[in-house]
């Protein structure tokens, strides 16, 4: 992954590819069950997960290719966008970016697809 500069305020498009078979077994948070997980399932959770955060405005949820479609799923991709100026209108052109392309079972939970890469460089995530 490349990694964007530590303090510069983050914005996240997180994609992920519904056309991929397979499951992964883990928590959609710390301290949560364990739960089996589709491409679909994976989906709902992250825009839920964004939408009880209150990130709708720095991360984005969507259907889309994560690379890996040879394989079993779920695969996720995350672009990693710098935040504008609350006057300035954001950019598209990512700073950085992580893949999840048979990784996913490696997290502690779903939720750090987010956190992993909205708060990288000392901002805590939100439980």
Same mark, same amino acid.
Request: aromatic share 2%; proline share 9%.
């Given at each position: 992954?490349?990694? %964007?500069?530590?303090?510069?305020?983050?914005?996240?498009?997180?994609?992920?590819?519904?056309?991929? %078979?397979?499951?992964?077994?883990?928590?959609?948070?710390?301290?949560?069950?364990?739960?089996?997980?589709?491409?679909?399932?994976?989906?709902?959770?992250?825009?839920?997960?964004?939408?009880?955060?209150?990130?709708?405005?720095?991360?984005?949820?969507?259907?889309?290719?994560?690379?890996?479609?040879?394989?079993?799923?779920?695969?996720?991709?995350?672009?990693?966008?710098?935040?504008?100026?609350?006057?300035?209108?954001?950019?598209?052109?990512?700073?950085?970016?992580?893949?999840?392309?048979?990784?996913?079972?490696?997290?502690?939970?779903?939720?750090?697809?987010?956190?992993?890469?909205?708060?990288?460089?000392?901002?805590? %995530?939100?439980?």
């Amino acid at each position: 992954m490349r990694e %964007p500069a530590p303090h510069t305020a983050r914005r996240l498009v997180v994609t992920v590819c519904l056309r991929e %078979p397979g499951t992964v077994r883990l928590p959609v948070t710390r301290g949560d069950r364990v739960r089996r997980l589709d491409a679909p399932a994976i989906l709902r959770a992250l825009t839920t997960l964004v939408q009880a955060r209150g990130l709708v405005a720095r991360v984005r949820v969507r259907e889309g290719c994560a690379g890996g479609c040879s394989g079993r799923g779920p695969n996720v991709n995350v672009d990693i966008l710098a935040a504008a100026p609350d006057d300035k209108p954001h950019d598209s052109v990512a700073v950085g970016w992580k893949t999840y392309v048979y990784s996913l079972a490696t997290l502690e939970c779903l939720a750090d697809v987010i956190d992993e890469n909205l708060h990288a460089g000392g901002t805590p %995530p939100v439980p």
